[in-house]
């Protein structure tokens, strides 16, 4: 490609990014809904935009980082005072029965489904064990259901993506390197074992060195911002240096970290970090998008719409059922985990990355890997999109929009009023007044075993929730 042609699949690119999420906010739909189709569409119509002609070979490392800045991102959001008893006991069990039982399912269905080889099918199954936080967020800030539901699925889909990441690193090792997969072996345990450890140590280094710079150097809001980048873009680096695809698992225990770490006083999240994590997105479903060719897409058409019922129908309430057995989740409350599972930018990274390298090593059926997964995704995004309010309001689960009482002050007894109304099952709104009473109010609140706050917007009097 000519300078010329770069400069404009660049300028497209942004353009088609930020144009399809303002437009999805009018239309009040979550921005895959639009970014998908769009970028299918131009990548049929113009070759500019495609990463492999744009960006070349550098286009997965490219993305790699990108999802992990995402990531730490969601981690950040993660209050660990939030995940206790039984919900965390909740979040486990879909955690583990939701990959076991999603792998398998797309993995036995797979060959008789899409006509390809058992190595290539449970390929496509590791790469549909994930969810996300970047789809599941903005589906549950629409439905509005209790705060539970809404720990217990912003939690799953969290975890779910840097685990689903490491399982398709180790599968991808061995469906490149050998003729059949045998996931029981001690040798594949002893990967991803070492692919976790490489992670975490990764994400100590890096909470280390934001808890030194951020505490210890007390640095404000705009060099907080610069250096909590800086450092998640450089650990997550070097671990997939080290080992692929372990700058997920780095990326997102330095956000959970940091934002757990008592004394952390965290600069507030600043709108260039919001603003940052939704270009990413966007750039990252519009490139990646634009990679599935139509005719790639039409052989696999009606194959992927079954696998998404079998999905959708079958193995998610499965899931939801038997991860809510012996807990105290009520019927509508497990009846709408069950229908919350949508597919989202890690599916897409990753499949988007071992697709590419099995293609050319010459695997048969890995050039139906990218156009299946893409297929799942547009397919239980808009589902879910479409269906999720209303069977929420159907089960019971919506959480009313006039249980939230304002409490205005920041003194200590006005805080622990807040803390008595959030235990008692309101969410609370405070309003502190000056920003110094707001930081002071906010770090108080942080403290308390009940409390929940959310970062001070930039604005001379912030409120947060307790």
């Known amino acids: 490609m000519t300078g010329e042609d770069i400069l404009l699949g660049i300028a497209l690119t942004v353009a088609l990014a930020a144009g399809s999420q303002i437009l999805a906010s009018r239309l009040h739909v979550p921005a895959l809904i639009i970014l998908l189709p769009v970028g299918f569409t131009a990548g049929a119509l113009t070759d500019v935009i495609h990463p492999e002609r744009l960006v070349g070979p550098d286009f997965p490392a490219l993305v790699s980082l990108s999802v992990a800045i995402i990531l730490y991102d969601a981690g950040l959001g993660l209050n660990l005072r939030n995940l206790t008893g039984r919900t965390r006991s909740i979040v486990v069990r879909l955690l583990v029965i939701g990959i076991v039982v999603t792998f398998f399912a797309v993995s036995g269905m797979g060959p008789a489904l899409f006509g390809i080889p058992l190595r290539v099918a449970a390929m496509i199954g590791v790469i549909l064990v994930v969810s996300g936080p970047t789809v599941v967020g903005p589906l549950l800030e ?60 990764g994400g100590a280094v890096g909470t280390a060195i934001l808890w030194l710079t951020l505490h210890k150097l007390r640095l404000g809001e705009t060099l907080g911002t610069l250096v909590q980048l800086a450092t998640v873009i450089l650990v997550s680096a070097g671990c997939d240096i080290a080992r692929d695809d372990t700058g997920l698992i780095a ?71 038997a991860a809510a057995r012996g807990s105290d989740l009520t019927r509508g409350e497990w009846g709408f985990i069950g229908w919350m599972a949508p597919r989202g930018i890690v599916a897409a990274s990753t499949a988007s990355a071992f697709a590419a390298s099995l293609v050319e090593d010459g695997l048969p059926g890995a050039a139906k890997i990218l156009p299946i997964t893409f297929l799942v995704i547009v397919g239980t995004v808009l589902l879910y999109a479409l269906t999720a309010a209303p069977v929420a309001r ?73």
């Open 251 to 321: 990326a997102i225990f330095t956000g959970l970290a940091i934002t757990n770490l008592p004394g952390m006083d965290m600069p507030a999240r600043r709108p260039f970090l919001e603003t940052l994590v939704q270009m990413i997105i966007g750039l990252l479903f519009i490139s990646i998008s634009s990679a599935v060719t139509p005719a790639s897409v039409v052989p696999v058409l009606v194959p992927s719409l079954i696998l998404i019922a079998v999905l959708v129908l079958v193995v998610r309430p499965l899931v939801a059922y």
């Open 394 to 466: 159907k089960l019971g689960v919506v959480r009313s929009a006039r249980t939230r009482p304002l409490v205005v002050g920041g003194t200590t007894w006005v805080i622990a009023l807040g803390e008595a109304l959030r235990t008692a099952g309101l969410d609370v709104l405070m309003w502190a007044g000056l920003r110094r009473n707001a930081k002071r109010s906010a770090r108080q609140a942080s403290n308390s075993p009940t409390a929940r706050c959310s970062r001070p917007p930039p604005t001379p009097e912030p409120a947060w929730r307790a």
């Open 142 to 201: 629409y439905v509005r259901p209790t705060d539970r539901l809404r720990r217990i699925l912003i939690w799953e889909g969290t975890l779910t993506d840097p685990i689903g990441g490491i399982l398709g690193a180790v599968v991808f090792h061995a469906v490149a390197t050998s003729h059949r997969i045998d996931i029981g072996r001690g040798y594949q345990i002893g990967q991803f074992l070492i692919s976790m450890g490489v992670g975490l140590a």
